[in-house]
């Protein structure tokens, strides 16, 4: 397990200027949220904070701006936070600078302030110190519960822990729970379930989980550079050519506990999908493409799943934005949902999936970070959690 750290539990902010980093990168239609389960994920962090009494600075960043980018504003973000907690939470003009400062002075306790988009300064993910320092200055307080942004050292999840007392939010807490009992002390069977694109993507998700799961569950495009490891023809499918004598070595050291697709969904064309069809995973046509596992695969990997005492997905099964090859991920989504263990879905596309096919309710943890639970599991050090306070 990491080490245990310090939670907003453990401090009194009460009548405290509190900074708090959120993870508000939430999808937009313009103007409108199309998910706002990460702004609803970082409520009881700040109802705690509220309630106790603090006067509480939210900031995050929402996409990936050059400077200030209208667009991608918080404004909208605001909005919808303010119509959750029921209370007027106002956006500031800026996340530094005198009239921030200012705004954040006249906070009373019980009050919330967002601040606007932390990327509109291309100081905020060089990490840079003096604009972690002005970050710093505005609280007395530093709490973290962006976990979807705890792998970055970026000034407002690293940088400001060093000019800060810092402790992590409810959701950080959460996260590292569930994710750090899953690596150091899982129910069993322990079942990892990895999809996705490249294999080159998850070789430190393979590498740090293979020694510890009973099965793990190899579909989505990265299942092809396996079957092609195994000899077989793959078609036109994805294949991660650089890292097929990685693959090899998995199956030659692991193949008992690897479960690859028996049957896989194949196409003429992943944007149209009307000629989906089913094969054998050793009788992939030379000229088609593999899109998704097939019933068969579906089948058994549901029953891995469903008798598991946990479970760890990452990473679709198919193209599940197309209809046509979503059944893979919808199926694998239902039985991690009737499976009575611990489940985690990562987050990311798989976050999404859960969300999309109604199931994310029935598990036990969905996590806000791709990338970050993707790096948890390697076992690599987060430097937006490291930088915390140790208990």
């Not at 200012?102 to 306790?109: E, N």
């Not at 390697?378 to 208990?391: M, R, S, T």
Request: glycine letters at 10%.
């Amino acid at each position: 397990m990491p080490i245990a750290k310090k939670t907003v539990r453990d401090v009194a902010p009460g009548g405290r200027r509190v900074l708090v980093r959120c993870d508000f990168n939430v999808p937009l239609d313009q103007a409108r949220i199309t998910d706002d389960r990460r702004i609803v994920e970082s409520l009881p962090t700040i109802r705690y904070l509220l309630d106790c009494g603090a006067s509480v600075i939210l900031c995050s960043h929402l996409g990936r701006p050059k400077g200030v980018t209208p667009e991608l504003s918080l404004k909208p973000v605001a909005k919808r936070l303010s119509e959750l907690l029921g209370t007027n939470v106002p956006l500031a003009e800026d996340c530094v600078g005198p009239g921030v400062e200012a705004a954040c002075g006249a906070l009373r306790p019980g009050q919330a302030l967002l601040l606007e988009n932390l990327r509109f300064h291309p100081e905020e993910e060089a990490n840079d110190p003096a604009f972690a320092s002005s970050l710093a200055s505005l609280a007395d307080l530093f709490v973290n519960d962006a976990f979807g942004s705890a792998h970055r050292a970026h000034a407002s999840t690293e940088g400001v822990a060093h000019c800060l007392p810092g402790v992590a939010g409810l959701l950080m807490e959460k996260e590292i729970e569930f994710l750090g009992k899953a690596l150091a002390a899982p129910e069993r069977p322990f079942v990892s379930v990895l999809g996705g694109a490249k294999v080159q993507d998850k070789i430190g998700v393979i590498d740090s989980l293979l020694p510890r799961v009973d099965r793990l569950l190899i579909g989505g495009g990265m299942a092809f550079t396996f079957l092609k490891a195994k000899g077989f023809e793959i078609g036109g499918s994805l294949l991660d050519e650089s890292n097929l004598d990685f693959a090899r070595d998995v199956l030659e050291s692991s193949q008992e506990r690897v479960l690859l697709p028996e049957d896989v969904v194949v196409t003429d064309d992943l944007a149209d999908g009307s000629d989906a069809a089913a094969v054998t995973s050793s009788e992939i046509p030379s000229n088609k493409i593999g899109a998704d596992i097939g019933p068969q695969a579906r089948d058994s990997f549901a029953e891995e799943v469903r008798t598991a005492g946990t479970v760890v997905w990452n990473g679709p099964m198919g193209v599940f934005e197309n209809p046509a090859f979503a059944g893979g991920t919808r199926a694998l989504a239902q039985a991690i949902a009737e499976c009575p263990g611990t489940t985690i879905v990562g987050g990311g596309d798989t976050a999404a999936a859960v969300e999309r096919f109604g199931f994310a309710d029935r598990i036990s943890h969905v996590s806000t970070g791709g990338g970050a639970s993707l790096e948890f599991l390697e076992g690599k050090e987060l430097p937006g959690v490291a930088a915390l306070q140790n208990k």
